[in-house]
């Protein structure tokens, strides 16, 4: 079992930046890939950026890219990302999400292949 800890929501301007922070707790020993996933409001969850074990893998949505970075310190049992150019757009409770995998440069944008998540952290970005 993994639990997942989110960090470092809150409330920014447009233009701001904010970095989220995922702490994992627990059987960290393995290899796992991390995500980061974002549920607008009135709106369906979606798949922000996503990072394989080893790091050397990453995704991002088309609307973050660019702006986005995501990065993980598996030492500390960490996952990071940092959002600049923040907008409006942006509002939303973020999640971490994490899974085993048997591969350190797999990585995956489903949810479904998630099998870990965070309770959440909102973002709330003000025009």
């Known amino acids: 079992q993994v639990q997942l800890v989110e960090s470092g929501g809150g409330l920014v301007q447009a233009g701001g930046s904010l970095r989220l922070s995922c702490a994992a707790s627990?059987?960290?020993?393995?290899?796992?890939?991390m995500g980061w996933f974002r549920q607008p409001p009135g709106k369906e969850r979606e798949s922000v950026a996503a990072i394989s074990w080893s790091g050397a893998n990453t995704w991002y949505a088309t609307s973050v890219k660019g702006r986005f970075t995501i990065s993980r310190d598996n030492a500390k049992n960490t996952v990071h990302l940092q959002m600049n150019s923040l907008k409006a757009e942006d509002t939303a409770v973020y999640y971490c999400?994490?899974?085993?995998?048997?591969?350190?440069?797999?990585?995956?944008?489903?949810?479904?292949?998630?099998?870990?998540w965070g309770q959440g952290t909102q973002v709330t970005v003000s025009s």
């Open positions: 999400a994490a899974d085993r995998s048997d591969s350190d440069n797999y990585y995956t944008t489903r949810a479904e292949n998630y099998g870990y």
């Open positions: 627990g059987r960290t020993y393995d290899m796992y890939i």
